[in-house]
């Protein structure tokens, strides 16, 4: 999904920074863009939970169709309909490539599997809204591995300061990373209360 606006001015938007890149902006002007950003605005239930909902679906770069119908599948689902919001989005191929330090943000991670340069268990799979079971494993192809996202995914360019997340077992010296187990919302470092979006499609 490509967006039109910036990340910068959609981050000043949400409240939140999208990519690393967009830190040092948003923290220069940490207020909503535009004319009137810095203006105190009254805000209603709705736009709260709107917001909400805006946060997760920026975060993770989904469309609303994708973002509801994976609410759909959430709520069928044992337990809590918000962690199994995430837990869904967490498991897309994207985002476990982009969690495993495969791709420098999520939208690069979207453009990689788009371009097909993942398989799933052996298999080419080039769509990102992927859903990834327990066990499966993503690996960068042999003829795209000396491409320079992945010399650089090699080095560790893409992994951050902190630990892998604890549902992924990532080998950055073969480009791999396998689902380990469904993750929890605990450790899903996304900024948003999932509640909140539920409240949203739930009104």
Known sequence: MNQARPKVRISRALGIPLTAKCVKYFERRPYPPGVHGRQRRKTSDYQVRLL?????????????????????????????????????????LDAVVHRAGLARTIYQARQLVAHGHFVVD??????????????????????????????????????????????????LTDLTATLVRTPVRREVPVICDEQLVVEFYSR
């Open 52 to 92: 909400e909902k805006q946060r997760l679906r920026h975060q993770y770069n989904v469309s609303e169709t994708q973002l509801r119908r994976a609410f759909d599948d959430a709520v069928r689902l044992d337990g809590k309909t918000g962690e199994n919001l995430v837990g869904l989005l967490e498991r897309r």
């Open 122 to 171: 052996g298999v080419k799979v080039d769509r990102p809204s992927y859903r990834l079971r327990p066990g499966q494993t993503v690996r960068v192809r042999e003829r795209s591995r000396q491409k320079p996202p992945f010399q650089l995914a090699t080095a560790g360019a893409h992994s951050g300061d902190g630990p892998t997340a604890p549902y992924l077992s990532v080998s």
